[in-house]
């Protein structure tokens, strides 16, 4: 029997409404569960978001792309087949697909994490027969610690390299993470600088109404002649480097941290475990709320957690994609 949600070469395919959700290579209708780039790429024909995830592709991909948007929780359909977005708490805009037909309902979760971060909507697990679920970070070694306390850990450290006369470069990626640690650092009563990619994206996310805190352009520290605590994306962290005067101190905030290795290869002075996703705990919390019995495992560690399913009676197994997420986040 056909199956309501299937791979194909373009990405997941929902064969009775010919819709993709996330698909990874061009196609004519596209649900796009946030605007991260592993999930949302250029050249389809017609994008359908979340008002928010909207008005971030457009920003990334220009203000000529057709995009339907859709508010959380409401019903839509295409071809019969009943859609609706659900908040996934991973970033700003994030949602989980909803796809109900003939009495049987599916759930892609895209990205989700299930701590609150402040600027996204909390994640709203829905019941479903079969649940796609990411698992970008699914192994038991990743079990991150509690988010005030990281807060609280990051800004403290912050705040003491600044009086101590260094720069804080805090290499984030700049949609969702940045925001969120703009947010944390506004609490401390520290208005970071940011990179020109982390600007853009805080201001799409502030037009689309969301709270993003207070942020300073990068350009303004250089004619300051004061140290400060910058936001970069990975990428651009080496030439960031390169122009700043003065002594300074690197940190990266994501959950890869705590991976052994990671701040050395990265020449990083210090990390925190702030992530975007869902934990090992958190995953399986998860999958348990959506009361599915078939679990495909995506977007990560598929393999192993699939495995782990199973051997905990779920019907599980992986369904790889084109994409691997270390390499997005
Ligand atoms: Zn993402
Ligand atoms: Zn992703």
Redesign the pocket.
């Known amino acids: 029997m056909a199956e309501l949600i299937e791979r194909r070469p373009e990405g997941l395919y929902v064969p009775a409404a010919d819709v993709y959700i996330d698909p990874w290579r061009p196609v004519e209708k596209a649900i796009i569960?946030?605007?991260?780039s592993?999930?949302a790429r250029p050249g389809h024909r017609a994008y359908l978001a979340h008002p928010v995830t909207a008005a971030v592709l457009r920003a990334r991909l220009g203000a000529h792309i057709w995009v339907e948007e859709k508010d959380y929780a409401r019903a839509f359909r295409i071809q019969g087949v009943r859609f609706s977005l659900h908040p996934a708490g991973?970033?700003p805009g994030?949602a989980q697909v909803r796809v109900e037909h003939k009495g049987e309902v599916w759930v892609v979760s895209?990205?989700y994490k299930t701590s609150a971060d402040g600027i996204s909507s909390p994640i709203d697990p829905q019941r479903c027969h079969v649940f796609i679920t990411?698992s970008?970070f699914g192994l038991p070694v990743f079990q991150w610690e509690a988010a005030p306390l990281l807060a609280e850990r990051l800004c403290s450290w912050a705040a003491h390299q600044l009086q101590a006369g260094c720069h804080v470069v805090l290499s984030v990626?700049s949609?969702?993470k940045a925001q969120r640690i703009t947010r944390l650092l506004n609490e401390a009563w520290i208005v970071p600088y940011v990179h020109p990619a982390v600007a853009e994206m805080s201001q799409a996310l502030q037009q689309a109404g969301v709270p993003v805190g207070n942020f300073s352009p990068l350009s303004a520290l250089e004619n300051r002649g004061e140290t400060g605590v910058i936001l970069v994306p990975p990428a651009a962290e080496e030439a960031v480097l390169r122009r700043l005067k003065g002594p300074v101190v690197t940190a990266a905030c994501s959950g890869w941290v705590s991976i052994r290795g990671f701040k050395r290869r990265r020449n990083l002075n210090q990390g925190f475990g702030i992530s975007?996703?869902a934990d090992w705990p958190g995953l399986l919390a998860t999958i348990r709320h959506t009361e599915a019995t078939s679990v495909r495992v995506t977007h990560g560690f598929s393999g192993p957690m699939a495995q782990y399913l199973s051997e905990n009676g779920l019907d599980a197994r992986p369904l790889e994609t084109a994409f691997n997420?270390a390499e997005?986040?």
């Open positions: 569960t946030h605007a991260h592993d999930h991973h970033i994030s895209g990205d990411e970008t990626y949609l969702g975007d996703h997420p997005a986040e």
